[in-house]
């Protein structure tokens, strides 16, 4: 390789007795654009924060090119022309475009702020790079994907030529992250170079020239993009053989979950207009859609944490009112929430009040909670769900993101729910814990439990359900059958096209 | 650099970090006092003495600790649930006002035994009621409690006073304003006698280890406790987080409002407008040394009069300001804040 920009080598850094990056080299080409690609906690982050100046590595170097960056000065990195972009965007919501950008480029001891011509670089960057902003736009207002033309811009403005992205889809909808990518091979096209971070192995092969694996803090690979492929690529990263499970045909029961008319209007706005649709017993009914188009009101309604407005909700044969968290739970429905870390655990509490919290009433007695109780049902559910990384008195905020859905999948699933409420269940997840969700929802459909599958993923959809019905604006599509529409369909009735969809219940 | 949570402590790093921390702000104090003009390692020796050094000084010491105690409680206990009741002060204040009044015109005649516990009710309730008002404007206006618990602090004590200086004023005080005296029956049993340590001590300690129980062992505790840690996970899993809010403040202005009623009834008898030196807010920075346990609470407590009375003690004995004292006390308050930071954080880079 001639234009190297930036060389990392041999950099190791342990925390405590965990080894997170162990000898680990990477270079970078002018023009380049390398994914890291790996499982959550393979070291990914570590490598950057070092290479950012975060950390300061154990052993090993950072150069920028050639010049030796000095250990854990982020500044020195910024100045030498390292760019990053946040998973977690570090900008200010109440600023406007302009000031979060500007923010940290002029000496805090100049007098005035040169304000137009910070506006005047910011715009020549935005055309460059055709990343339409509005400067004086409150951040705040923003959707996420601006924000993160934000983030990058800001790195841009400093003068980047090298960028890196901590899984920069993670946040994104498809059409977002489809975008961002085209943006970020012109980006590469004018002689920046990127790393990419991501554990998405369709990402990765669409966008990457090369793709650098890491497993447990190790390098395990290296590959040009022309020269694997997903599956090589899945079974490097995770280092085993991994297959998502199949759906088996089976034959629905009774409906036990009936929706009819059902308008939920808060704000003024009507988040769901007059939904309807039918759960049955055995089956998996999949709800699909863009974020945003009131999948999250219904995962809400269904979960007892929103009443409706209008429409009736009828239950085992039965009209509710509306269901309060404590109906939900005491009838037999699981819920699984699409925020796990907001809604789904209290990340300082242990794993087992985590396990009981939301079914208190039957692991107390007079008040008292029963410990040993409650301490006996979480380790039902750490050995029955293969739980990793914790005990049931520690804090669950130590498990990764899938060991802790497991934990949530587990408390549902472990009382054979008659109904799950699944939102979003492999969101943000790696290839592993995906295969393990997807196969216990799997099995609870094939036990009789009716899965209502909230999700954005089409691929998660499709193989998981057994009808699809696609959210748009808060209306919802009549269903159809998931054996004959392909992702071109799908596509379209998450665009609001439904046309002749066939009512296949 | 960043802060890192500490998974595990080890027994060294518990013990040692307080003990640096008070090193290091009696060594800040040392440059004031020098600059004074006192001997420096005779005043850190009268810090001591003033506040242990004697049965009257330690009963001293036990005597300002039982207030602080409650008020840090009070504030543990709303600090869990993310309620900022910076109201203590005020609910202390309106608890003693209460009580007094009660004794001196209600329950008059009545016997010790159901008397004292009648007048706990009353003072407890009294500063019930001054932090569910600010608690109800949040849940109905979302108005901000810290701000209007903190200005009630000043319509309390000014209330107070109007009180002390009209109906509830003493005839026989000469003039002064203070309330008429609490009835004999209603003056808590010394738990010593000569001198002022009373039955509060042993009240306010036993209520700590209550409390604990509550917050580990009881639904309520659990539940009050997710809803301070994480509100919409709450809510999801289904706590009622309106009601578990009203409940937390009940108890914590209730025992704001108990600890000026044991105050009250303890030592003074009556009421004047200095019979807290701060005891509600100090409550605030007790809580905060004991991380919000209430076992802590105890300990901090314990350690905060230390502070006070032989910091007191010290700028007395040794002819120096007694504002030297009062920055004593403050180093060696932020200096343990920091000290307890760092027993459960660490710092990575």
């Keep these: 390789m001639t234009d190297t920009v930036l060389d990392i080598k041999n950099v190791s850094k342990s925390f405590g007795d965990n080894l997170a990056n162990d000898d680990i080299s990477l270079s970078l080409a002018k023009g380049e654009i390398v994914a890291l690609l790996g499982e959550n906690g393979a070291g990914k982050t570590t490598l950057m924060s070092i290479l950012f100046g975060h950390y300061v590595p154990d052993t090993g170097s950072v150069s920028v090119m050639g010049q030796a960056l000095p250990a854990g000065k982020p500044r020195a990195a910024i100045s030498a022309g390292v760019g990053m972009v946040h998973q977690h965007f570090s900008l200010a919501p109440n600023l406007t475009v302009l000031e979060n950008v500007m923010t940290g480029t002029e000496s805090l001891w100049s007098i005035g702020s040169n ?129 998502r499970p199949v759906r088996e045909a089976s034959t629905p029961g009774e409906i036990v979950l009936e929706a009819a008319g059902i308008t939920v209007r808060s704000g003024g706005v009507d988040r769901l207009k007059s939904v309807d649709f039918r759960l049955r017993a055995g089956e998996v009914l999949g709800i699909i859609g863009v974020s945003g188009n009131g999948q999250a009101v219904l995962a809400q309604l269904l979960s007892g944490t929103i009443g409706r407005s209008a429409g009736d909700l009828v239950l085992f044969g039965k009209g509710v009112g509306d269901l309060t968290v404590a109906d939900a739970v005491s009838c037999g429905i699981g819920r699984i929430p699409e925020d796990r870390n907001r809604d789904g655990v209290i990340g300082e509490m242990a794993i087992w009040e985590n396990a009981v919290l939301e079914r208190l009433p039957e692991f107390s007695k007079a008040g008292l909670v029963d410990r040993k109780a409650g301490i006996a049902f979480a380790t039902r559910i750490i050995e029955g769900f293969d739980v990793r990384g914790g005990s049931p008195t520690s804090r669950i905020r130590l498990l990764s993101g899938g060991n802790m859905q497991k934990l949530i999948l587990g408390r549902n699933l472990i009382e054979r729910p008659k109904i799950l409420l699944a939102a979003q269940p492999a969101r943000g997840l790696d290839e592993g814990a995906v295969a393990a969700v997807h196969e216990r929802i799997l099995e609870a459909r094939k036990a009789g439990t009716a899965v209502l599958l909230i999700s954005e993923d089409l691929d998660e959809v499709m193989a998981l359900a057994d009808r699809i019905q696609a959210i748009v604006g808060g209306r919802l599509s009549p269903s159809v059958n998931a054996e004959h529409v392909d992702a071109q369909r799908l596509g379209l009735m998450m665009a609001g096209e439904w046309g002749g969809a066939s009512d296949a219940v | 650099m960043r802060f890192e949570r500490r998974e595990h402590r080890s027994t060294l790093l518990v013990v040692a970090t307080p003990i640096l921390a008070v090193i290091a702000a009696l060594a800040i104090a040392g440059v004031l006092i020098a600059a004074a003009g006192a001997p420096v390692f005779e005043a850190y020796w009268k810090i001591l003495t003033s506040a242990f050094g004697s049965r009257l000084s330690a009963t001293e010491t036990l005597t300002r600790a039982s207030p602080l105690i409650l008020t840090g409680l009070a504030a543990a206990v709303a600090f869990r649930a993310r309620l900022w009741n910076i109201g203590g002060e005020g609910q202390f204040y309106l608890g003693a006002i209460a009580a007094a009044a009660a004794s001196a015109h209600l329950f008059a005649g009545l016997p010790s035994l159901l008397q004292i516990p009648l007048l706990f009710i009353v003072g407890a309730f009294a500063g019930m009621v001054l932090l569910l008002v600010p608690l109800w404007l949040r849940l109905r206006f979302s108005v901000d409690e810290v701000v209007t618990t903190l200005l009630l602090n000043f319509v309390a004590l000014l209330f107070v006073s109007m009180l002390i200086d009209g109906v509830l004023k003493d005839p026989a005080a000469f003039g002064w304003p203070q309330s008429e005296a609490v009835d004999a029956a209603a003056r808590l049993p010394k738990l010593l006698a000569r001198s002022r340590l009373h039955i509060g001590l042993g009240i306010a300690v036993v209520i700590a280890f209550l409390i604990y129980f509550v917050q580990t062992r009881t639904v309520f505790g659990v539940q009050s406790r997710a809803a301070g840690l994480n509100p919409s996970g709450a809510v999801f899993a289904g706590v009622p987080l309106g009601r578990t809010l009203v409940i937390v403040a009940m108890i914590s202005g209730g025992l704001a409002g108990l600890a000026g009623t044991i105050e009250v009834l303890g030592v003074k008898g009556y009421v004047t407008t200095d019979l807290s030196p701060g005891y509600g807010y100090s409550g605030i920075v007790v809580a905060m040394l004991a991380n919000l346990n209430p076992l802590g609470v105890v300990l901090a407590a314990l350690f905060t009069a230390t502070m006070f009375v032989g910091a007191d003690g010290m700028s007395r004995s040794m002819g120096i300001p007694t504002y030297i004292a009062d920055v004593t006390v403050a180093l060696s308050l932020l200096s343990m804040l920091v000290a307890v930071f760092f027993t459960q954080y660490r710092i990575r880079r």
């Design chain 1, 115 to 243: 304000v137009s011509a910070g506006r005047k670089k910011l715009l020549d960057i935005s055309q460059r790079f055709g990343l339409k902003v509005d400067p004086d736009a409150r951040l705040g207002d923003l959707s996420v994907g601006e924000q993160q033309r934000v983030e990058i811009l800001k790195a841009l403005y400093n003068d980047a030529r090298i960028l890196v992205l901590d899984e920069p889809t993670a946040v994104l909808t498809k059409l977002e992250a489809e975008t961002l990518f085209s943006t970020l091979k012109d980006m590469a096209r004018q002689g920046l170079s990127l790393i990419f971070i991501s554990h998405k192995l369709d990402e990765v092969m669409a966008t990457a020239d090369r793709i650098v694996v890491l497993r447990g803090g190790r390098q395990v690979a290296e590959r040009k993009v022309g020269e694997t492929s997903k599956a090589e690529l899945a079974e490097l990263m995770v280092g085993r053989k991994v297959t």
